[in-house]
């Protein structure tokens, strides 16, 4: 498991991330909620050492993440980032393949063919496999991104804000696939969403943080409630039942 102790990160004379403590549980969707500016982004660039901690530490499987060599690591974890900027001109399949990286090293065999294949299909982009991203729209190259990381073919799946930039109907198709990934091949995934409603229908666990804390962890059902809300987000949020899922009410 990913087990997160005493975490803290300062930026100049303010505190992001102060002294966090946190078990993601494996095969399951663990969500990070809270308003902007908690600390979510940077706690999950934490847990994938994309950032350096100021206190505390991460565990990987029982190993403090800064003993785990690069390549391994990036076959245990694969992380997408809010902004992707690759300043090459290339086609959904090449970028796809960039996943492959740590198993292929550039020299792609059967197996990385077959993972990238498999990726493109699980995002439905097949059909653009072979344009370039600047040919894409803002939601499609987001899928592409995507599936570079379920390429990857790792453990855990770090996700930050996967939403940005993509419709309803590509919304919804992101959160099953990810919880198909959980569901049917065992990953375990960590996803910042700012939806509170993706976040309450597709998720297994919620952390919640606010100015840098958690305010409350625990399974969807224990954190999806108005007063938990409430001291997260500072608003009165309605909630209502609709196909046994919770659904947050935000906009009366």
């Known amino acids: 498991m990913v087990e997160v102790r005493n975490i803290s990160k300062k ?20 969500s990070f909620i809270g308003p902007n500016g908690a600390g979510k982004s940077t706690l999950l660039s934490i847990v994938s050492r994309l950032i350096a901690r100021e206190t505390g530490e991460v565990l990987i499987d029982g190993q403090e993440i800064g003993k785990w060599k690069s390549n391994d690591l990036a076959k245990k974890i ?6 992707n900027h690759i300043n090459l001109r290339l086609t959904v399949k090449e970028l796809v393949s960039f996943g492959r990286f740590p198993y292929s ?9 077959k993972h990238i294949e498999e990726a493109i299909d699980y995002m439905e982009l097949t059909e653009m496999q072979d344009k370039f991203l600047d040919q894409l729209s803002g939601g ?14 790792t ?17 919804v198709q992101i959160m099953k696939v990810l919880r198909r990934l959980c569901d049917e091949l065992g990953k375990t995934v960590v996803i910042v969403l700012h939806d509170i409603n993706f976040a309450s229908s597709y998720s297994d666990y919620i952390v919640a943080l606010k100015d840098g804390k958690v305010v409350k962890e625990g399974s969807t059902e224990s954190i999806i409630n108005s007063p938990t809300l ?18 947050c009410i935000f906009y009366s």
Do not use: W
Not at 140 to 153: D, E, G, L, P
């Open 230 to 247: 409430k001291e997260v987000y500072g608003m009165d949020i309605q909630i209502e039942e609709f196909n046994c899922k919770k659904v």
């Open 140 to 153: 499609q190259k987001q899928r592409a991104y995507i599936a570079m990381v379920i390429a990857q073919n």
């Open 105 to 113: 090293q550039g020299r792609l065999t059967k197996e990385d063919k």
């Open 78 to 83: 694969s992380i997408l980032k809010q902004s």
């Open 155 to 171: 453990e855990y799946i770090l996700l930050d804000e996967p939403l940005n930039n993509l419709d309803m109907k590509h919304s």
């Open 11 to 30: 930026y100049g004379n303010k505190m992001v991330v102060e002294d966090v403590s946190l078990k993601i549980t494996k095969g399951k969707i663990t």
